[in-house]
């Protein structure tokens, strides 16, 4: 079978590798397809171990699989099976949550458990859509982590995959107006269709456009802000900080899940005074695997849509370098 090797930066192998197989306690899967993490595009540009990606062995975790092969002891699974990875435990290991196998032909889970290693996929969700679980999950723990409710109403900062995903669930969950913001004009007009207010923060004036579309709400500091109940950073830029701290709501929350590779500075004076609130958002829970299911299971949102490319696994060079350019692309997936 094939599998692509993470050998360093650049440096992708697709290699012919034994089949693998799987004890009584265990099974085998054949990926159906598997979608490209902004981790993944991080090792191939830089260096993987940061992400718990290490040379000489296989990658990828954003993935959908068909099971082939079960061991005597798995009771829930049967071969034929569709099943979402859970990446945390999908290998038993929580240290290969990145290195999953989504970038090879088959993979085994040993000691499979139905609902914590796998979780079986609805009929009704696609083979593209359900290789996008694993990040829709990210974003909606950041998204549940700010109690979205109808009536409030939200502003996320990036819309890569992680922003919409926050979008969307916000939305799911009854939130009036969302705006999503970013600078790549193909990522916005791709949120845009999926019913989303956007803005271009390197082309428009984003205090002017938020207070038009939210309305504006008297700041502690006798300035006005901008009427919006709920934030998410999903690019994790200093920028994003200053923007919530400068024009948030009285009492507001911002999630953060983006990943901020510089310390991050805050004028704190105005935050206590503006009881403002900031929440970290890492990863996610079983319990928002159940959520993003339900939302694709609802058919509210056109998810297949974000895909902006499709890629075999030898091309997967070509893949991560497409990837890596958000002008240009927003989701990338390997199909098999």
């Known amino acids: 079978?094939?599998?692509?090797?993470?050998?360093?930066?650049?440096?992708?192998?697709?290699?012919?590798?034994?089949?693998?197989?799987?004890?009584?306690?265990?099974?085998?899967?054949k990926n159906l397809c598997a979608a490209i993490c902004g981790s993944d595009v991080f090792s191939y540009a830089h260096d993987g171990s940061s992400v718990r990606i290490f040379p000489g062995g296989e990658f990828g975790h954003e993935m959908v699989s068909e099971v082939v092969k079960v061991g005597k002891n798995v009771k829930d699974l049967k071969v034929g099976d569709r099943v979402y990875p859970f990446p945390l435990f999908a290998k038993n290991d929580m240290s290969r949550s990145a290195s999953?196998?989504?970038?090879?032909?088959?993979?085994?889970?040993?000691?499979?458990?139905?609902?914590?290693?796998?979780?079986?996929?609805?009929?009704?969700?696609?083979?593209?859509?359900?290789?996008?679980?694993?990040?829709?999950?990210?974003?909606?723990?950041?998204?549940?982590l700010t109690n979205p409710a109808p009536g409030k109403t939200a502003i996320v900062f990036g819309a890569g995959m992680i922003g919409v995903a926050a979008a969307v669930t916000l939305k799911y969950f009854g939130v009036e107006k969302v705006m999503v913001t970013d600078v790549s004009d193909l990522r916005?007009?791709?949120?845009?269709?999926?019913?989303?207010?956007?803005?271009?923060?390197?082309?428009?004036?984003?205090?002017?456009?938020?207070?038009?579309?939210?309305?504006?709400?008297?700041?502690?500091?006798?300035?006005?802000?901008?009427?919006?109940?709920?934030y998410v950073d999903a690019v994790g830029i200093n920028s994003n900080l200053e923007k919530y701290i400068e024009f948030g709501k009285y009492a507001s929350i911002m999630s953060v899940v983006g990943v901020f590779h510089q310390p991050a500075t805050a004028d704190f004076m105005k935050l206590t005074y503006g009881q403002l609130h900031i929440v970290g958002s890492a990863g996610y829970d079983m319990s928002d695997v159940g959520t993003v299911m339900d939302i694709l299971k609802s058919k509210k949102f056109d998810i297949e849509s974000i895909v902006t490319h499709r890629f075999d696994l030898?091309?997967?060079?070509?893949?991560?370098?497409?990837?890596?350019?958000?002008?240009?692309?927003?989701?990338?997936?390997?199909?098999?």
């Open 100 to 144: 999953v196998g989504g970038f090879s032909e088959y993979v085994e889970f040993p000691k499979c458990q139905l609902n914590k290693s796998v979780f079986l996929v609805d009929d009704s969700i696609s083979n593209v859509e359900a290789s996008l679980i694993e990040p829709l999950t990210v974003g909606c723990h950041s998204a549940k």
């Open 314 to 336: 030898d091309n997967i060079d070509e893949a991560l370098r497409t990837a890596s350019d958000s002008s240009k692309s927003l989701k990338v997936v390997i199909q098999y």
């Open 188 to 230: 916005l007009e791709k949120v845009a269709a999926l019913g989303f207010e956007t803005c271009n923060v390197s082309k428009e004036d984003y205090e002017k456009k938020a207070k038009e579309y939210f309305g504006e709400f008297r700041g502690s500091f006798g300035h006005t802000t901008i009427n919006a109940d709920i």
């Open 1 to 29: 079978m094939k599998s692509a090797i993470y050998v360093g930066p650049g440096n992708i192998e697709v290699r012919e590798v034994p089949m693998p197989d799987c004890d009584d306690d265990g099974v085998v899967v």
